[in-house]
């Protein structure tokens, strides 16, 4: 019977048959809980379901894992999982994948083994350090060709990906450090520097100062106190350039889409959306890799002057982002409000699905991002950048709501 139900069509059955399957812990049923988080729709409730059937899931998400056809965010939940379900039986599925090409992946491996308080005995230490010297050798090309081109405003969108991409070379060594150095002093020093607390950041650097090797503790206070491309590099004795073309070669995701951007090819779609989606204030704070992730959920509109978009009362599960165009918040036939370019309207449906509480209707032809409820909740779950603009927003609105109830009341009052 619930074999049934885990391919009904309705995705509310499905998931609900998903939380179920965990606590039986059968094999059939955990296959099908992976085969569910291959969609986003049933993402987050098959993987509550394998993390549910504890061991029993764990050869399950080995071979989730090794699948190259998987998809990325599966497979990144798929490692989150396993840190997750914890004991020596996930630590040794998750050692078997420190290593491999994916960014993301590994970054979610190291992070997995780290929940499970991993720490290297002698036999891998040797592999650890091989994985250690990798990363670091990663981390100062970033530096090199960061101070080629830091200083070129023409390439300023492809520095500010090699500088988010130099604060997530951060975290897989603090990761592999705590493997074989002391792991609470390690993550605690993480912690700090993740967190940019200026307080604390004096004693965080005087802990790498002290427990580092030689080897690698110049990189990691170079990346710990966030230092330029230029100043990197004289540190780390870096005389050697690297040119974005060939940083290009290697990288992966928004540098990637950035530097191939720069080498003089017809801009990406993608980096036009990220453009578009940083200028607007609801995403002011999001990082620019988590914007590309979120352009790929992002769907584009184009509405003809006189359509009506959301009209009142209707239930909504959709924002809109105004590209170009202009559009009427009427109440009825009355115009109570226009809006223009990169205005947002509809932002609290993503995340409450309540009626419309007035109509909009474009004036002019009106090109519009929408983004829907449903996808938008698995981004905020895989990624904290964007979880944290959300959050930021719906402060910024309840402040503004505060205040102007305030001042309603001041003038009332006179």
């Known amino acids: 019977m619930l074999k049934k139900l885990l391919s009904d069509p309705e995705v509310a059955i499905r998931k609900e048959a998903l939380l179920a399957t965990g606590k039986l812990a059968s094999p059939t049923l955990l296959n099908s809980a992976l085969e569910a988080l291959r969609h986003p729709s049933t993402r987050d409730a098959a993987a509550k379901a394998l993390q549910e059937g504890g061991d029993a899931s764990l050869p399950i998400i080995e071979r989730g894992l090794v699948d190259m056809s998987f998809p990325k965010a599966g497979r990144v939940k798929l490692a989150r999982v396993c840190g997750n379900i914890r004991g020596e039986a996930a630590i040794q599925v998750l050692l078997k994948f420190i290593s491999v090409l994916e960014n993301d992946l590994r970054g979610a491996v190291l992070a997995a083994l780290s929940e499970c308080e991993f720490q290297a005995e002698k036999k891998l230490d040797g592999e650890i350090q091989a994985q250690i010297k990798k990363e670091a050798d990663d981390a100062r090309r970033l530096y090199s060709a960061l101070r080629e081109i830091e200083s070129d405003e023409q390439k300023n969108l492809a520095a500010g990906a090699i500088r988010i991409e130099l604060k997530h070379a951060r975290e897989p060594l603090f990761h592999l450090l705590s493997f074989v150095i002391d792991r609470k002093s390690m993550m605690n020093v993480r912690r700090i520097v993740t967190q940019k607390n200026k307080a604390k950041l004096p004693y965080a650097i005087e802990t790498l100062d002290t427990m580092l090797p030689r080897d690698v503790k ?43 951007a720069e080498k003089g090819n017809e801009m990406h779609s993608t980096v036009e959306k990220v453009l578009i989606l940083r200028s607007v204030n609801l995403f002011k704070a999001t990082p620019d890799d988590a914007l590309a992730e979120l352009s790929e959920i992002i769907s584009e509109v184009d509405v003809p002057a006189g359509t009506d978009i959301v009209k009142k009362g209707e239930q909504g599960s959709s924002m809109f982002i105004i590209v170009n165009g202009k559009v009427a918040v009427m109440d009825g036939e009355r115009v109570v409000n226009t809006l223009g370019e990169r205005a947002v309207f509809g932002e609290l449906a993503l995340l409450d699905t309540e009626p419309r509480s007035a109509t909009i209707r474009a ?11 449903e996808p938008f909740y698995e981004l905020m779950s895989d990624c904290v950048e964007v979880a944290m603009g959300t959050i930021q927003m719906l402060a910024g609105n309840l402040r503004a709501r505060v205040r102007e109830v305030m001042e309603l009341g001041r003038s009332s009052g006179q």
């Open 218 to 260: 110049p990189l990691m206070l170079a990346l710990a106190e966030e230092v330029n491309g230029a100043e990197a590099c004289k540190r780390l004795g870096i005389t050697e350039p690297v040119m974005l073309t060939q940083l290009a070669e290697r990288a992966q995701g928004w540098l990637k889409i950035c530097a191939t």
């Open 363 to 373: 004036m002019e032809d009106t090109l519009l991002f929408r983004l829907d409820q």
